[in-house]
């Protein structure tokens, strides 16, 4: 049985109350400055939302396991930011994979379509999944028409399933998502038999997200899974 643990709320609270050494993968999208801070100000947005993401990066060192690894995206422009985040709180920086999106399903941020991403693959210590299948992917691309994101307006930068899957499929048994959004690593965790932790500060996400893990669930009951 697949045990879900939802938090609303902030996420640096959230992890503080996870012990050491608890969750074997991160695997996350956070939110780097995307209109408005987390008060709702849309001045000094991106200070704030590196503010948080530099805040995040000890909790997340300090809940990996040893050996455990963390996936965290970003934009192409903010790769070395997340890098010294991920260095400063003592993470090991192993490689950068990339994420790349058809004209079609790019997302839009201040005019601009972003067609990549960037997937920084850290860990704590020596990786314990250290083979070809994680590290073989030089890049992701996935195809909007094939039903790989979820269909209406579900959240600005919502993360393909099929790209979400396949690292969760490579990265232990219990999965942690502080910045869960509109919660496709849940569901992903769901369908592949992992448990998850996930926190989201926004109300209306939180609640797609909690939508979208419970059909998950039901899903997998109907199948006698």
Known sequence: MVDVTLHLGDCLDFMRTLPDKSVDAVITDPPYGMGKDF?????DEEQNALWLMQSAFPQIARLLMIGGMAFV???TRLVDKV??????????YQRMMWMYKPNDCTFPWRGWLLTSEAIHVFSRGKPAKWNKDIY????????HT????PKGDVHPSVKPLVVIKDIVRKSGDIILDPFMGSGTTGVACVQTGRNFLGAE???TYFAIAEKRI???????ALEGI
Request: charged share 20%; net charge negative; hydrophobic share 30%.
């Open 39 to 43: 008060n709702g100000n849309k001045s």
């Open 73 to 75: 995206f970003s934009s």
């Open 83 to 92: 890098i010294e985040f991920g260095k400063l709180a003592g993470l090991t």
């Open 136 to 143: 073989g992917h030089d890049c992701y691309l996935f195809n």
């Open 146 to 149: 094939t039903g790989e994101l």
């Open 201 to 203: 500060i926004d109300p």
């Open 214 to 220: 419970k059909e998950a669930q039901e899903q997998l």
